[in-house]
């Protein structure tokens, strides 16, 4: 059975920093890109950050860029994202995803359900 199990959500105020954390199993890890959407109420669901499969460079949504880091451990089949200097916009559901074939919405395999993050001013 695939699972997608995404932990470390909560509330923090503004400039405040959270990590996710999403745990694996049922795939194998390394065959596939594997990172985090999110979605806000009344928004479009948005890629925040990915792995990129084979040579794992990490990618980032301009929006998050030079805020937030992806990381992974191989060994425990995990990805992290460190969320650093949050901001109100920041507040969505976060999802982790892998996709076998890319990391658009279109290509992605499996889901996590998903974890609140919510930022206060």
């Known amino acids: 059975e695939v699972q997608l199990v995404e932990s470390g959500g909560g509330l923090v105020q503004a400039g405040g920093s959270l990590t996710l954390s999403c745990a694996a199993s049922g795939f194998t890890f390394d065959d596939y890109d594997i990172g985090w959407f999110r979605q806000a109420p009344g928004k479009e669901r948005e890629g925040v950050s990915y792995?990129?499969?084979?040579?794992?460079?990490?990618l980032y949504a301009d929006s998050v860029k030079g805020r937030f880091t992806i990381s992974s451990d191989h060994a425990k089949n995990t990805v992290y994202l460190q969320m650093n200097s949050l901001k109100p916009e920041d507040t969505a559901v976060y999802h982790c995803?892998?996709?076998?074939?890319?990391?658009?919405?279109?290509?992605?395999?499996?889901w996590g359900q998903g974890t609140q993050v919510t930022v206060s001013s």
């Open positions: 995803a892998a996709g076998f074939d890319g990391f658009g919405s279109p290509y992605i395999d499996y």
């Open positions: 792995m990129r499969r084979g040579d794992g460079r990490p």
